[in-house]
């Protein structure tokens, strides 16, 4: 069975600041998706990461991935307030026919 | 505006009523899905729709019954629920069942 984890689930961080989420998944997989979702509303989607070692930026969030380890990280620089939601990572393995398997979710929150 | 709309965004019922979700897409998307959002749970995949075909049962209780008319429109009809169904229950769409997913607002179900 295939288990995606996310670390921190919580994460309170400054303006300003730099931080990293992580997510590591348990099968063999070249597609990964991030995702934001702020209270009371939908899913949007911020990357797909469709190689190893593929790179993605918008805007302060930066999203990686490394399929041998079996790892992806969103990093956030200089962090602001509009920032604030919940990440979410997704994983869908080969052959398993669209089936998204999610992470259970970073709430961030940025402080003044 | 995600292009995906749920209706109703709230909807309180007791464990013998039958009602029903109704998902609504206008990308020309092919694919549908219904995701099932707990509490300190992460998104659980119910049910994919390709071509108004259903491709994915995620051992979902019979309580839950999806309908599919055509591609741009997904129903997810509830009968004899449980307290433990009360959720968030997101609708997602995307082109082909390899393409990110757009998601709607999501329908908060609450049973009494």
């Known amino acids: 069975e295939l288990k995606v984890e996310q670390n921190p689930l919580f994460l309170s961080m400054q303006e300003e600041k730099n931080y990293t989420i992580y997510c590591n998944y348990s099968t063999t997989s070249d597609r990964l998706y991030w995702y934001r979702q702020d209270p009371g509303k939908s899913l949007e989607s911020l990357f797909v990461?469709?190689?190893?070692?593929a790179v993605k930026q918008e805007g302060r969030l930066m999203a990686s991935l490394d399929t041998k380890a079996r790892l992806s990280t969103l990093h956030i620089t200089a962090a602001v307030h509009d920032l604030s939601a919940t990440y979410f990572c997704a994983v869908d393995p080969p052959g398993s026919g669209s089936r998204l398997t999610f992470g259970e979710g970073t709430q961030l929150t940025v402080n003044p | 505006e995600t292009g995906v709309t749920q209706t109703p965004r709230h909807l309180v019922m007791g464990m013998t009523n039958k009602k029903s979700l109704k998902c609504e897409q206008h990308l020309g998307h092919n694919a549908m899905y219904w995701y099932k959002q707990s509490a300190k749970k992460p998104l659980e995949l119910m049910f994919v729709?390709?071509?108004?075909?259903?491709?994915e049962n995620n051992s979902v209780p019979s309580r839950f019954s999806p309908e599919c008319p055509n591609s741009s429109h997904l129903f997810l009809h509830l009968h004899t629920l449980q307290p433990e169904d009360s959720a968030l229950y997101l609708c997602?769409?995307?082109?082909?069942?390899?393409?990110?997913?757009?998601f709607g607002d999501g329908t908060r179900l609450s049973i009494l």
């Open positions: 729709y390709n071509f108004k075909e259903q491709t």
């Open positions: 990461l469709l190689s190893n070692g």
């Open positions: 997602a769409s995307s082109l082909w069942t390899d393409q990110p997913q757009h």
